[in-house]
């Protein structure tokens, strides 16, 4: 654990109690005397550092002692455009693109996404958030949903694409955004939408699921 996500994070003092107190005390085994590092999730750029000045049977005492701006994130922006997969295949793997680094990650509606699925954004921000606690992220993922590929495609006309294709994606390419297909991949009208941009896949025999194909390009792009 890096830092804890508190919401007090800033005052000279700071009283922890409830689920945070069991994490820091209970599980993570903090005791007095010791440092602990805090960010504000209205100011995650900020790091607060407090010690522990004294522990009771239900809470525990901090003080601030140093805070400094202090901002981790990836060294250039990945922006993610997904075909809408069922959500809890994007939960499985959402914390691997929170540490890769990954910016923002669009999700469209493709035509061959199951319409019943609606990506709980509130629910990938907590995922993203404990996430960021336990690799030290300080900016903050960021969500959006468009209803199909074309807005999308005007919106980021610059999109690289991620296709069957025979050009491989090499590590000195410069990509800002890339588009992931669903499961069953696009169909032949979608890919007369996107026939102007360049279109890669990675240097792999294999088919990927949809999920696995994000981590792995975040992970070429990115590292």
Known sequence: MQFVFNEKAGEK???IKGEQYK????????????????????RPELLYHYRIES???RRAHLVLKQSASECLKAKHP???????IDPKSVERVLPMLNELGVAKITFIYCRRSQKSF???????????????????????????LM???????????????????DDV?????????????????FSEEERELFSSCKTVRLDTPMILRSESAAVAIAAKILL
């Open 169 to 185: 994606l090499e590590d000195d390419m410069e990509v800002e955004t890339v588009l992931i297909g669903c499961e069953g991949g």
């Open 55 to 57: 522990i009771d049977g």
């Open 147 to 165: 209803e199909d590929l074309e807005s999308f495609l005007n919106t980021y006309p610059k999109t690289a694409v991620l296709d069957f294709c």
């Open 13 to 15: 003092e700071l009283g």
């Open 78 to 84: 990945l922006h993610i455009g997904w075909c809408v």
């Open 118 to 144: 609606r990506p709980d954004f509130r629910r990938f921000e907590r995922i993203a958030e404990s996430s960021m606690q336990q690799c030290g992220r300080s900016e903050r993922m960021k969500f959006e």
């Open 23 to 42: 994490y820091l005390v209970k599980i993570r085994r903090h005791k007095a005397g010791e440092m602990i590092a805090l960010r504000n999730p209205h």
